[in-house]
């Protein structure tokens, strides 16, 4: 097994782990900034809870149209245009006079550019660590989400001290100066690689690919444990600002710390035998904790049940490995793309159903209501997973169409 320092002495990890950290603190303090912002303005949890998420909505359209890219671009230019595109974005949101409907234009747009950005950065980091063998994507990619976690945790700290002590607009030029170090780290850091698929980007092609990495019922499966159950529970995490709005930085920070608690466990401590049992426990642990959420507990309580819940969120380092087991090379970058594009989709999708329900309800109800969801579609997903036969072709085979008898059915969720 690889460890975390021979990562680091790996070319070319630490500037796309260095650009990758500093693109969640600016994401971490101006998804705050922003929430914050239109809570304030318009007192609607629904209208908070989409800022905040609302880019998430955008991905299912650039996975439709614009996922080829993914494999088909050049990585350190695509990865540096992302940032860029981002910081010219919230720089646009920290305009004071901007209205929200065409704040919620700006978000869009960013969800588009962001479904590139991450196929980009997974198959990059695929690419990276794929020449030493064994489980070096899952220890990388266990790296990165310490790092967000971390991040996240810093990020929410700091941007609840900054808006007590500034206004949102100006979080959310600090966001977009953050978002620009991180372009500069990627265009500074990275080495000009080709792209890893030939052909140029197209809808036709983004359409093709999609189909066909959807079309194998293990990996559909999988998808759709990556998606919805962790979806569903973001959805609950969109309501910390109308659910506590003075300690909303509070709860998210505990739940970055409970995502790194898991992602640590999962990526560096269990055992291969051990780990590839997990996903479905974990998705269990994620939604179980929000359903105390009816009792509406005190802040200090809600903490502990968050953080507890984000431990859950180390399922999705176990799919992903399984969804890299059953993905041919030179679709990575297209398939984990996918993944994290219908993630945030689900994610956004989620966060607006968790509004309206708060609208309707309260805020504690609709956190209640939605873990309730999960934790029905999982064990749904698992009992799919253990009816799928066992398959014993190759990866590569298998993502072209040559369909033989399928994989392991317990890790399918």
């Known amino acids: 097994m690889r460890s975390y320092q021979d990562l680091f002495r790996t070319p070319e990890f630490t500037p796309l782990f260095l650009a990758a950290a500093a693109q969640t603190v600016a994401q971490t303090v101006s998804g705050l900034a922003l929430g914050t912002l239109v809570f304030r303005s318009t007192g609607s949890p629904l209208l908070s809870a989409v800022s905040m998420f609302g880019p998430s909505l955008a991905q299912v359209l650039g996975a439709t149209f614009f996922?080829?890219?993914?494999?088909?671009?050049?990585?350190?230019?695509?990865?540096?245009?992302?940032?860029?595109?981002?910081?010219?974005?919230?720089?646009?949101?920290?305009?004071?006079?901007?209205?929200?409907?065409?704040?919620?234009?700006?978000?869009?747009?960013?969800?588009?550019?962001?479904?590139l950005g991450g196929g980009v950065r997974w198959g990059l980091l695929n690419e990276i660590l794929s020449h030493g063998g064994g489980d070096g994507y899952l220890l990388g990619r266990s790296v990165f989400n310490m790092m967000s976690g971390l991040m996240q945790i810093t990020g929410f700290a700091a941007g609840g001290l900054l808006l007590a002590a500034l206004s949102p607009h100006t979080c959310l030029l600090l966001a977009a100066a953050l978002y620009a170090t991180a372009a500069a780290a990627a265009r500074l850091g990275l080495t000009p690689r080709p792209p890893r698929?030939?052909?140029?980007?197209?809808?036709?092609?983004?359409?093709?690919?999609?189909?066909?990495?959807?079309?194998?019922?293990?990996?559909?499966l999988t998808y759709l444990g990556l998606w919805l159950p962790n979806g569903l529970v973001v959805g609950c995490e969109s309501l910390y600002v109308s659910y506590a709005p003075a300690a909303a930085g509070t709860l998210f920070a505990c739940g970055a710390l409970g995502m790194l608690a898991g992602d640590v466990t999962v990526g560096r401590l269990l055992p291969p035998a051990v780990r590839r049992h997990m996903a479905t426990p974990l998705l269990l642990l994620l939604a179980a904790p929000y359903l105390l959420f009816a009792l509406h507990p005190p802040v200090w309580l809600a903490a502990c049940l968050v953080t507890a819940a984000s431990a859950g969120f180390g399922a999705s380092l176990v799919q992903q490995e399984r969804l890299m087991t059953l993905t041919p090379p030179d679709l990575s970058g297209h398939a984990l793309g996918l993944h994290s594009a219908g993630m945030l989709t689900m994610q956004g999708a989620?966060?607006?159903?968790?509004?309206?329900?708060?609208?309707?309800?309260?805020?504690?109800?609709?956190?209640?209501?939605?873990a309730t969801i999960s934790t029905a579609v999982t064990l749904t997903l698992a009992a799919a997973g253990r009816r799928?036969?066992?398959?014993?072709?190759?990866?590569?085979?298998?993502a072209r169409g040559d369909h033989g008898s399928d994989l392991e059915p317990d890790t399918a969720v």
């Open 67 to 115: 996922l080829s890219g993914a494999d088909r671009l050049p990585p350190r230019r695509t990865l540096a245009c992302v940032s860029l595109a981002f910081a010219a974005g919230t720089a646009l949101l920290a305009l004071p006079a901007l209205p929200v409907w065409a704040l919620f234009a700006v978000v869009l747009a960013q969800g588009l550019v962001a479904s």
């Open 197 to 220: 698929a030939t052909g140029r980007p197209s809808v036709s092609t983004t359409w093709r690919t999609n189909a066909l990495l959807f079309s194998d019922r293990p990996r559909r």
């Open 350 to 370: 989620a966060a607006a159903l968790a509004g309206t329900i708060a609208q309707l309800t309260t805020p504690a109800w609709s956190m209640t209501t939605m």
């Open 388 to 398: 799928t036969p066992s398959r014993t072709t190759e990866p590569a085979q298998r």
